[in-house]
């Protein structure tokens, strides 16, 4: 099945620094979307981004699907930012795949 | 839109106990599946359904049964609850299982303690 995996699997900021989060899949994918789970536990929705770039506020994500790679870009960090990025695809007809997480600390 | 919702928010069961995890949405969305997320790990599918009367079973099914008699209900049964299956229980929905949008939407999770 695909794999996807991401980087770094842990990353400590101060507040205000910019991050790049990855996540690399090994084929061909319908869709791709990133998650962002809170100290809560909450997983909420980030983006939809099959392909192409998107931006919300502080947040931005790129995903080229020919090379088989997204990026999600987080600016100006805060401390709310905390917790774990996922990114799940979806290669058409079988289920979303996971991968790992990166785990994001921003300290005051 | 309530978006996806899930009953109970918490539960401690004891050994050999059964229950039912309830997960319901109202956004019309054909796919729905059944995730667990253990401390540290990311999520791993156990069941999951792409219509109403069509269940399946993904990564992890050992121990859990599923049904889907309408489109907004997924329960998830525990039949005999055993310590390993203390975890976060997540539910999520989307349109349909690939292809045009296709977005996944999680409900709040349950989290179980088996004891």
């Known amino acids: 099945g695909i794999q996807v995996e991401q980087s770094p699997p842990d990353l400590i900021l101060q507040e205000g620094a910019n991050s790049t989060l990855r996540c690399n899949f090994s084929?061909?994918?319908?869709?791709l979307q990133w998650f962002h789970q809170n100290p809560w536990g909450q997983l909420i929705n980030l983006f939809y981004?099959?392909?192409g770039t998107k931006q919300n506020g502080r947040l931005s994500a790129t995903t080229v699907a020919t090379e088989r790679y997204s990026l999600l870009y987080i600016s100006s960090s805060q401390t709310t930012d905390s917790g774990v990025y996922f990114c799940?695809?979806?290669?058409?007809?079988?289920?979303?795949?996971f991968g790992p997480g990166t785990r994001l600390s921003v300290l005051p | 839109n309530a978006g996806v919702t899930q009953t109970p928010k918490f539960q401690v069961l004891k050994t050999g106990q059964s229950m039912t995890l309830q997960c319901a949405q109202d956004?019309?969305?054909?796919?729905m599946s059944w995730y667990r997320q253990d401390p540290g790990m990311g999520l791993r599918l156990i069941h999951y359904?792409?219509?109403?009367?069509?269940?399946d079973q993904g990564e992890v099914p050992n121990g859990y049964n599923v049904s889907r008699s309408t489109t907004e209900d997924f329960p998830l049964r525990l039949l005999s609850a055993a310590p390993s299956q203390t975890s976060v229980y997540f539910c999520?929905?989307?349109?349909?299982?690939?292809?045009?949008?296709?977005?996944?939407?999680f409900g709040p999770g349950t989290r179980l303690t088996v004891t």
């Open positions: 359904s792409v219509g109403a009367g069509i269940t």
């Open positions: 981004i099959p392909s």
């Open positions: 084929d061909s994918v319908n869709n």
């Open positions: 956004m019309n969305h054909e796919y």
């Open positions: 999520a929905s989307s349109y349909s299982r690939g292809g045009g949008q296709n977005e996944q939407y």
């Open positions: 799940a695809v979806l290669r058409y007809g079988q289920n979303f795949v």
